[in-house]
């Protein structure tokens, strides 16, 4: 059994899949717009062009996001999701593609539990802690 985050953007998903392709070479897996439901009473007017469903693979894990309710504002609150780059190298260019825009939480910087370590909330809302593990 996989647990995989589904992340709502509340009409700003395509936003966010251009922008994680970039700052993190994200692959868009899936992507199907509203227009393409068989059911069409289900599609709100204005909402055609926004997408219904699609699945991101980030390195080797899978994340799925949605336009959700399209009001323009996602909230994404009590989870982080945590990337975890092979080197301090990788975790600090990571760190600044995803604060671009975002808020730093807690900066990048060695701790007693990893080589680096920081939190950040990217443009979307979404909470990202970085984590490069200790050298063995």
């Known amino acids: 059994m996989n647990v995989q985050p589904y992340l709502m953007f509340d009409g700003r998903c395509e936003e966010a899949i251009a922008f994680y392709r970039t700052a993190l070479g994200a692959e868009v897996q899936e992507l199907m717009r509203n227009r393409e439901n068989p059911e069409a009473g289900m599609v709100r007017a204005g909402t055609e062009d926004k997408i219904m469903h699609a699945s991101l693979r980030f390195g080797g ?3 799925m996001m949605s336009d959700g309710h399209c009001a323009g504002q996602p909230s994404f609150q009590g989870f982080s999701l945590t990337i975890m780059p092979p080197d301090d190298a990788a975790g600090a260019a ?3 593609a995803l604060a671009e825009g975002g808020n730093v939480l807690m900066p990048m910087s ?3 539990f990893a080589s680096s370590f920081g939190m950040v909330a990217d443009r979307f809302g ?5 984590y490069v593990q200790p050298a063995a």
Do not use: H
């Open 110 to 112: 060695p701790t007693f």
């Open 61 to 63: 894990t899978t994340v």
């Open 94 to 96: 990571v760190f600044a």
């Open 126 to 130: 979404v909470s990202w802690m970085v």
